[in-house]
T-cell receptor, first 116, second 113 residues
Framework: KAGVTQTPRYLIKTRGQQVTLSCSPISGHRSVSWYQQTPGQGLQFLFEYFSETQRNKGNFPGRFSGRQFSNSRSEMNVSTLELGDSALYLC???????????????FGPGTRLTVL | GQQLNQSPQSMFIQEGEDVSMNCTSSSIFNTWLWYKQDPGEGPVLLIALYKAGELTSNGRLTAQFGITRKDSFLNISASIPSDVGIYFCAGLPSSGSARQLTFGSGTQLTVLP
């Protein structure tokens, strides 16, 4: 079974631009979560999508948004980029069984975003 | 908010030695996960723990879900050079429908030949 894939792997943008990152979950997984990883803040949760709806949201400004398509693929968008947005953006997929309080998230390789 | 305290922050060990790292939380988790991350890559799941007191092994790795549901440890036995990397603990909360993982700050492991 193929793992979580993310595209692109590397991206360089300038301040003020916007960027869209893509994530394809493991086949059969319907939940996609996004995380930001920086040396200073570590791994921080951005948001989770399930059945094309945002289910949870972390403490990030509205410049960070996302969506999920009917095939469970997800995109994340960051508008008006700032230098501090430079980070490794990771997506993780899980099955999110109905009623289950436990779940396991599998990560993709990440997209390294550099903002100049 | 919830925080995970992971220790130690870094470890330098000789090849063949055993390693132990742990995480503690200020609140209860339903699931504890341990990941390993190599530079420039995403975290790779090592072990998942779903029940308090659960002890699970994956080859040379052993992890336990603490009885209080607020802590977990990971042991690596007979370390080898490819064990080098950053190890993260992560927890899924027990309350509500929140599904976001809370991560520890990571343990950087260096294995000396």
């Amino acid at each position: 079974k193929a793992g979580v894939t993310q595209t692109p792997r590397y991206l360089i943008k300038t301040r003020g631009q916007q960027v869209t990152l893509s994530c394809s979950p493991i086949s059969g997984h319907r939940s996609v979560s996004w995380y930001q990883q920086t040396p200073g803040q570590g791994l921080q949760f951005l948001f989770e999508y399930f059945s094309e709806t945002q289910r949870n949201k972390g403490n990030f400004p509205g410049r960070f948004s996302g969506r999920q398509f009917s095939n469970s693929r997800s995109e994340m968008n960051v508008s008006t980029l700032e230098l501090g947005d430079s980070a490794l953006y990771l997506c993780a997929s899980s099955t999110r069984h109905r009623g289950a309080s436990t779940d396991t998230q599998y990560f993709g390789p990440g997209t390294r975003l550099t903002v100049l | 908010g919830q925080q995970l305290n992971q220790s130690p922050q870094s470890m330098f060990i000789q090849e063949g030695e055993d390693v132990s790292m742990n995480c503690t939380s200020s609140s209860i988790f339903n699931t504890w996960l341990w990941y390993k991350q190599d530079p420039g890559e995403g975290p790779v799941l090592l072990i998942a723990l779903y029940k308090a007191g659960e002890l699970t092994s994956n080859g040379r790795l052993t992890a336990q879900f603490g009885i209080t549901r607020k802590d977990s440890f990971l042991n690596i036995s007979a370390s080898i050079p490819s064990d080098v990397g950053i190890y993260f603990c992560a927890g899924l909360p027990s309350s509500g429908s929140a599904r976001q993982l809370t991560f520890g700050s990571g343990t950087q492991l260096t294995v000396l030949p």
